[in-house]
């Protein structure tokens, strides 16, 4: 039975089912499809152990968010270790986390985000012409609509006006923000 | 490789009322660590707006971005200005 534990091609699709479980939120993958699915002639004892510890193998590159000479070192251990992987088991890990690292990335900053994500920003420009009573002459305005939500939630939606003034206002906090960014990044 | 696109699209004015904006905050940030990941090494811009809408009520609104997200959020609003002008 550990002989069918060994064969590498369900692993792909368990990694992939673990993944969607434990980062992406999708709680239907449960560990009974996974037996039924994968490895349907491995006995429940023999699949429980097995599958927890591919799933803390997973964890443990996806919290340190390896890099690649990270991993090899990482994965080099876990084959020598007792009731560890084999040398094919870290091949298919490491394969499944080259291809799947920036999704998972995505989907874990994405849960340490706990206030309103920006999912959308639209915008025109109005210009508003005299009217027969109106002192004003010819005031353009730009109206810009931002979409943002919390993580799960529903989108939020907020309409502003800007005149040419307000938007140099704007413009320069983001040169500011922008400037902020440069000084981070040479520091990194 | 665009990271997170958001959406950019015709304006179709989805919420109801036009507000001002009355003041702009904003923060550069560095998510570092977290109970799910221990290497988040995240840097992100939150920006919290003060809006007063038609009646002159104040809100605040808190909004994060990645960074990419930023660079196109101030694109945007570069093209704006630059239309803007030519109106």
Redesign the interface.
Known sequence: MAGELEGCKPLSGLLSGLAQNAFHGNSSITEELLHSQLYPEVPPEEFRPFLAKMRGILKSI????MDFNQLEAFLTAQTKKQGGITGEQAAVISKFWKSHKTRIR?S??N???W???????????D?KSQSRHAAQIHT?????????GKSGQES???????D?V??????K??????E??GT?MQAA | ME??P????????????????VD?Q?K?G??VS?D???????????VK?K?ADPSGQVNT???????P??????R???E??A???T?
């Open positions: 996806a919290s340190a968010d995505e874990l900053l849960q340490s985000r206030d309103n994500g920006l999912r959308g920003l639209s915008w025109r420009v210009g353009p305005a730009a109206i810009v609509e931002l979409e943002f939020e939606f907020l309409c502003l006006e800007f040419e307000k938007l140099k206002q704007v413009l906090r983001l040169s500011e923000v922008e902020s960014i981070l | 990271e997170s958001f959406r950019e699209r015709v304006l179709d004015a989805k919420s109801e009322v036009t507000c001002q904006l702009f904003w550069l560095m998510a977290s799910r990941c221990r290497s988040l090494k995240y840097p992100y811009v939150a707006l809006v609104k808190s909004i994060e971005m990645t960074i997200q930023f660079q196109n959020f101030y945007q609003f570069k704006i200005a239309v803007i002008e109106v």
